[in-house]
Nanobody
């Protein structure tokens, strides 16, 4: 059974920062692109950022310049550094793994984590 385990969510004030992490097995991490999605109340789940096994990245327009996705190959972990957070970033954030072009073209990942809540509020 594939496991993607997220951590790092929480409550932060507007303008603050949070770092999300997602750990998985080495076999999944080495052979899959990794990504973060989010789903806000009443909205569809959307891709936030994705990273290939080689480190190439893509970002949603809404987070460009504020969020950074990275891979830690020693720990089989993907991270999402979120800076300058806004109330509209409030959502459940999901870690995902799969084929890079499938994720960035909307077909979705092969594997999902269970999600972690991020709330941006004063």
């Amino acid at each position: 059974q594939v496991q993607l385990v997220e951590s790092g969510g929480g409550l932060v004030q507007p303008g603050g920062s949070l770092r999300l992490s997602c750990a998985t097995s080495g076999s999944i991490f080495r052979t899959n692109a990794m990504a973060w999605y989010r789903q806000a109340p009443g909205k569809q789940r959307e891709l936030v950022a994705a990273i290939t096994t080689g480190g190439s990245t893509t970002y949603a327009e809404a987070v460009k310049g504020r969020f950074t996705i990275s891979r830690d190959n020693a720990k089989n972990t993907v991270n999402l550094q979120m800076n300058s957070l806004k109330p509209e970033d409030t959502a459940i954030y999901y870690c995902a793994a799969g084929v890079y072009f499938a994720m960035i073209t909307g077909r979705g990942p092969d594997y999902w984590g269970q999600g972690t809540q991020v709330t941006v509020s004063s």
